[in-house]
């Protein structure tokens, strides 16, 4: 298929970006959204000009690394799936196709498609753990855990970090993300005894970082392409209202 | 031998462990803030090591090169980790597990090191289910096994088909517990380029960052590498895009062995090739054998017509199917280890029985599982395998078998390590998958992520100990002496030669073309000829990169194409190496599976008279043959004997 790509391409976070036509033409339709991107920067550096910049690592959809809007939606328009699980037979012939970065005041951008995601990092550090140092555990079967609150764990703990939901939120709210990881661990017997703290110092690093508020449009659910629910957000406002009492 | 001490404890092998702990030297509390330790690589093995230093109380410092350490390759394993547990009460032990990893290895590991790695496997899974990792459960709420290939008992724990991730996550938390504490200081996107050694002894690293290009030096009491495997040296692998061995291949550079380079993994259940524009092979996980039956056409005509894409897998009857694992080995069928199913596919497509268009594929099939415990059950067990598996093959594995081919996965050569994970340069550690030391000629599936985090959790915070209480009187020290001059000069030197070149050929092309050789000549099976022809090749090929390599930008900026640049310089070097150590390995073991050494049901035929060697190979310089130095192995508590799964 022949295609039209509109790529934003911006040098750092203090340059201003713009849009820049690419035309690619025979693209395979069994081939990835980042094969595509290959094959693009493969022509680029053979005719001198600068390869378009974005992150990716795995490719399996696992890493949390590729983060690309794709015609106004992150990861593009294929449901529960990342950009580099996205492959071209989800589009036509002809297709024009505007390609992003996340935008958000928390995630600035470091070039092209690339951006800085570190505020991430930061709100995990401020709680999003159980505190248990190397060597103290008793018996992995001392404790039994309901299965349906395992289930429930594991289902908000396959969060890959790739912030999909904050790029998707108008308000560039974190609270999916921090959803899960407070509801992963307050669902486990194990992660309970340092709930209220936790909730605390993550929920109030998260205003500090900038994020912004949640008003419940549901669009980082819509986006998550791991599918982290919205239950996630009403336990993370239970958790909260709890510590707080 | 010389140069190899592998400093295995005396003692029973059930004793030397413990007996190393009680024995070993230790630091003092308040000595160890006084001592800095830089960890590369923040996968199971990096973020395991950093965050159980930081708690011991040493100053860590932590790099990747990813944006955030929680993206190293780790994340992306599926299938589960091992443990020795017995929780299912089906005659599991340490010696058992101790057991099957050394057959699975083929004899070619070392029994001290395994015995260990069996023996803390326990602990592992008892620490990370304290961190949270969720892993499944029974209704009972105790915690639920599955089966891996080359065991008779079911000893894997799992998460879903995330267990990578899930373990990953819990090491990142601790490591982030640690950072937010002030014990380890995080750089992510700080990529490794050179080791710094000082009188004999690894004391820094210098870094670039990749983001603005610029180099930067750090140093320490000592450096742990745990910067994962060399995959990638076949273009098309299961790792990572950024998956390389340029900082293992620094040390070696520096004076560290490189051990058993030709042991590399082929696992048989990948999607298959596609097109030349592919840029990574999808693992489907060796859970699935637990369920799934593979199998080709009994009838030629059959598979004529599967390749043609006249008919499809489901409409060839019963009895027109050969489950040809099952039937070879019908002790472990579908479970046989990754080496031994690589090879029958691979033997079943060359006689001309491959299902797809490009006539390499078998089928794996669910059929009878779904039949036998119904459609739910299967997709609440391997859900997320199946979705990725539509995602990019368009197919449903509910309606049509699955078509899958070996692809390469893992690495069981690395940097040679002693019983306390040093390298041959005192100072350097190495855990992960980027040391050499647990799994022989073939890794038993399940067991990488047992040994990143044994030994990142349990084994280097012990011994690095025994190398640390050395160093107390050494205070911390500062980066602008000559040594780290010199490298770091070496660095730049090195940039600016590739960013100079100026030619037309791009990495990748250049990559895709040692794929290919390495493949072809030194892939699932190997010839004397072919090695031959293969390092010639490689050598061409390495002087078509130093005068035609095209890199664009500049090298004090964000350069993608200079990272892939110089990780390829590195991986055109390693192929040579490997070409080498794999024709002179004249028997077939393991993943290394020699045409000229084979039984006459065409398994792989040990030679443990003239091989039962870890071999080591030292840089003597640019120009100049590696140097082979031979570390000899003795079973002394499990029989050396052919390996047989029927
Ligand atoms: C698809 C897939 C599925 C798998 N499934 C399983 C499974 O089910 N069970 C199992 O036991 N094993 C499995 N494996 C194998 C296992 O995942 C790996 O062997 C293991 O995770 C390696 O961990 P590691 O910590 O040694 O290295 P990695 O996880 O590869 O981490 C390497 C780290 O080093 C860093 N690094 C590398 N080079 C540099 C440099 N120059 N400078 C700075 N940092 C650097 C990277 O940033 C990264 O943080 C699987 C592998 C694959 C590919
Ligand atoms: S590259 Fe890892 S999730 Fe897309």
Known sequence: MDLKLKIWRQKDSRSRGRFVNYFLREIDPDCSFLEMLDILNEQLISRNEEPVVFDHECREGICGSCSIYINGRPHGPDELTTVCQLHMRKFNHGDTIVIEPWRARSFPVIRDLMVDRSSFDTLIREGGYISVNTGTAPDANTIPVNRDDAVFAMDAAACIGCGACVAACKNASAMLFVGAKISHLASLPQGRVEARKRVQDMVAMMDALGFGNCTNTGACEVECPKGIKMANIVRLNREYLKSTL | ?646
């Open chain 2, 1 to 646: 031998m010389g140069k190899l001490q592998s400093r295995i404890p005396e003692g029973h092998i059930a004793e030397k462990w413990n007996r190393f702990k009680s024995t070993q030297n230790l630091v003092n509390p308040a000595n160890k803030r006084k001592l800095d330790v830089i960890v590369v690589g923040t996968g199971l093995a990096g973020s395991s090591a950093a965050a159980s230093l930081a708690e011991l109380g040493f100053k860590v410092k932590s790099f990747c090169y990813q944006d955030s350490p929680r993206r190293a390759h780790s994340i992306s394993a599926q299938g589960g980790i091992n443990a020795a547990k017995n929780y299912q009460n089906d005659g599991d032990s340490v010696f058992r597990l101790f057991y099957d990893t050394v057959k699975g290895g083929d004899f070619r590991s070392r029994e001290a090191n395994v015995y260990r790695l069996a023996e803390v496997s326990n602990q592992i899974i008892d620490h990370c289910v304290a961190q949270g990792v969720p892993f499944s459960r029974e209704y009972g709420g105790l915690l639920d096994n599955r089966s891996f290939g080359g065991a008779l008992v079911s000893r894997t724990f799992y998460a879903k088909g995330q267990t990578g991730q899930q373990l990953l996550l819990g090491a990142y938390q601790s490591l982030s517990r640690q950072i937010k504490a002030g014990n380890v200081t995080m750089y992510p996107r700080m990529e490794m380029f050179n080791l710094v050694v000082v009188e004999g002894k690894a004391r820094g690293i210098i870094a670039r960052d990749v983001i603005t290009g610029k180099l930067h030096r750090f140093s320490a009491h000592a450096v742990v590498l745990a910067t994962g495997g060399y995959g990638n040296v076949f273009f098309l692998s299961t790792l990572s895009m950024g998956s390389n061995v340029s900082a293992a291949w620094q040390c070696y550079r520096k004076g560290a062995l490189f051990a058993n380079p030709c042991f590399v993994q082929i696992h048989p259940t990948c999607i298959p090739v596609h097109g030349d524009y592919q840029s990574k092979l999808t693992l489907m996980s060796e859970s699935l054998r637990n369920d799934g039956r593979i199998w080709v056409p009994k009838k030629k005509e059959d598979a004529a017509r599967l390749q043609q894409g006249e008919i499809k897998g489901s409409q060839i009857p019963e009895e027109d199917r050969d489950y040809y694992l099952e039937r070879r080995y019908p002790a472990f069928g579908n479970l046989v280890p990754r080496d031994v199913a690589s090879r029958a596919a691979k033997e079943r497509c060359d006689a001309g029985y491959g299902v797809n268009s490009t006539g390499r594929s078998v089928f794996l099939d669910f059929r009878d599982a779904i039949d036998r415990l119904g459609k739910d059950a299967i997709e609440a067990k391997y859900g997320n395998l199946f979705q990725m598996y539509e995602k990019i093959t368009d197919d449903n594995p509910c309606e049509e078998p699955m078509m899958i081919y070996p692809a390469i996965h893992y690495n069981m050569g690395g940097l040679w390590v002693d019983y306390e994970l040093q390298t041959t340069i005192p100072g350097l550690f190495a855990i992960g998958e980027v040391n050499f030391s647990d799994h022989g000629a073939n890794r038993l599936g399940a067991s990488a992520l047992m040994q990143g985090l044994a030994d990142g959790y349990f084994v280097l915070p012990y011994t690095i100990q025994n190398y640390l209480a050395h160093e107390i009187r050494v205070p911390r020290f500062p980066t602008d002496t000559p040594e780290f001059d010199n490298a770091e000069e070496e660095v730049r030197m090195r940039l600016e030669k590739l960013i100079s070149v100026g030619g037309n050929a791009t990495v990748d092309s250049l990559h895709k073309q040692l794929g290919h050789i390495m493949w072809e000549y030194i892939g699932m099976s190997r010839n004397k000829a072919g090695l031959v022809r293969a390092a010639e090749e490689i050598k061409k090929l390495q002087e078509q990169f130093w005068s035609d390599v095209k890199i664009p930008g500049r090298v004090e900026d964000l350069n993608p194409e200079l990272q892939k640049a110089d990780r390829l310089a590195d991986f055109l070097e390693l192929g040579i190496l490997m070409a080498k150590d794999a024709l002179h390995r004249e028997e077939s073991c393991g993943g290394h599976f020699r045409e000229e050494y084979q039984t006459e049901e065409h398994e792989a035929l040990r030679n443990d008279r003239d091989f039962a060697y870890v071999a080591a190979w030292e840089f003597t310089g640019p120009d100049r043959e590696p140097e082979l130095h031979r570390e000899p192995l003795s079973f002394e508590h499990i029989q050396l004997k052919q390996r047989d799964y029927r």
